[in-house]
């Protein structure tokens, strides 16, 4: 796309979402903004890997909140709940994540600034490699203009870019080599495109390898080796080794999702 016709395309989306905002009086706004990247641990699979549904179980970690918000798909903020990636996670049964115990956790700290709002920006795609989400990619764009309307107008504050991605480049031995380099430049595109030169930037080690047929990736070792060797400023590494994975041994249960969003607030919180 022409950088013409995207910056058209997002001044669209953002007089259309304050227009909706008009419409309907005063919308609630976030005053944390944290954007949720990478692909299905992320996008959450809590729940959803047995019977192509998802169970429908919401710890009380994860219960909606007032306080708690989500960028939809059409770009307006609503109450967060789960699952928080339906309609962004397209084509994917989506279930419980990471997101929302985040949220939670973050509120409950005696570090979290009075009276904060939390805006989760749900935007991860499962089954997506790293190079999938450079500069210019379909997915990249999507997540940058979300981004954009979720930190547009004041008080709000873009706070961290959760990301939690590479099951899909342990398919590959050349896509596990070039983890780190593809990491770093996409953190420093991000930076750059958002304007926000120290966004914080928390990683979230796997713990699992994607399937291809019936075959699993081979490179597991290699990309976490990678994911500890990215070098850029500001950024944290969440390690999610160990946490209990569901039975189609790729995705996180539900209750390892509620630590490993315990984990990512802790991440956020020893930075403030």
């Known amino acids: 796309m022409e950088p013409a016709a995207a910056t058209t395309i997002l001044l669209l989306l953002l007089a259309s979402a304050v227009a909706v905002s008009a419409r309907g009086g005063a919308e609630r706004a976030p005053t944390l903004v944290f954007i949720l990247a990478g692909q299905s641990n992320m996008g959450g699979r809590g729940g959803a890997t047995s019977g192509n549904r998802w169970d429908g179980v919401v710890p009380p970690e994860c219960a909606p909140s007032p306080r708690t918000l989500r960028l939809s798909p059409s770009l307006r903020w609503e109450e967060a709940r789960e699952p928080l990636h339906a309609g962004v996670d397209a084509g994917n049964v989506v279930g419980v994540g990471p997101g929302m115990p985040f949220a939670h956790a973050l509120l409950r700290s005696p570090a979290c600034p009075r009276g904060a709002v939390v805006g989760l920006v749900p935007c991860a795609q499962g089954g997506t490699p790293i190079a999938n989400w450079s500069r210019g990619s379909e997915l990249y764009d999507r997540m940058v203009t979300r981004a954009r309307v979720a930190g547009a107008g004041t008080g709000k504050k873009i706070a961290a870019l959760l990301w939690f991605q590479g099951e899909a480049d342990t398919l590959r031995r050349e896509d596990a080599l070039a983890y780190a380099g593809r990491m770093e430049a996409f953190v420093r595109d991000v930076r750059r495109d958002l304007a926000l030169p120290n966004l914080l930037v928390i990683q979230v080690g796997i713990a699992t390898a994607q399937w291809q047929g019936n075959k699993q990736g081979k490179w597991l070792d290699l990309v976490r080796k990678e994911q500890r060797a990215v070098r850029v400023a500001n950024l944290k590494y969440v390690d999610a080794m160990g946490l209990p994975i569901a039975n ?21 919180i020893s930075t403030l």
Not at 250 to 264: D, E, I, N, P, S
Request: no cysteine; net charge neutral.
């Open 248 to 268: 189609d041994i790729t995705h996180l249960t539900t209750q390892a999702q509620v630590r490993l969003g315990k984990m990512l607030a802790d991440a956020y």
